[in-house]
């Protein structure tokens, strides 16, 4: 599984890999529900990242797991542990962040298509929620 696609309302695309090594359950899990689309909010308290709260309810484990991202990394909070506060959020950082609670870190943009998540961002910040559509990459 190379990756998956981000399209946004602009017809925008914006290309992902996975963290095969690091997040092999969540990556599984994610591409099984590929394709899908989402309602993507800007955080109020966790920086530089859009977010939904509605994201599948995946009951898989808790790996690669952190409050820690780089910039470009997506996030996935699986429903176990219960106690966990981002479960059935999926999260993309676009600069700098810390989450409220560890969440799956199980992919990044490529690269080259970080300007455009951080145009993205920016966009929902400025400008409010936006219908993200995710895609696997063939």
């Known amino acids: 599984m190379p990756g998956f696609t981000i ?10 890999r996975y963290y095969q090594d690091e997040a092999p359950v969540t990556v599984t899990a994610f591409a099984g529900i590929l394709p899908f689309t989402k309602l993507f909010f800007h955080a109020r308290l966790s920086g530089q990242e859009v977010w939904t709260d509605n994201a599948h309810g995946l009951d898989i484990i808790q790996e690669n797991a952190s409050v820690f991202t780089k910039p470009g990394e997506i996030v996935l909070g699986p429903l176990n542990p219960e106690r966990a506060k981002t479960a059935n959020c999926l999260g993309i950082y676009y600069g700098e962040g810390r989450g409220l609670d560890a969440c799956n870190i199980f992919g990044i943009v490529e690269a080259d298509d970080l300007p455009l998540l951080k145009a993205l961002g920016e966009q929902i910040w400025k400008n409010g929620a936006q219908l993200l559509t995710f895609e696997a990459i063939a």
Do not use: G, V
Request: glycine content about 0%.
């Open 7 to 16: 399209k946004t309302p602009s017809h925008q695309i914006i290309r992902f």
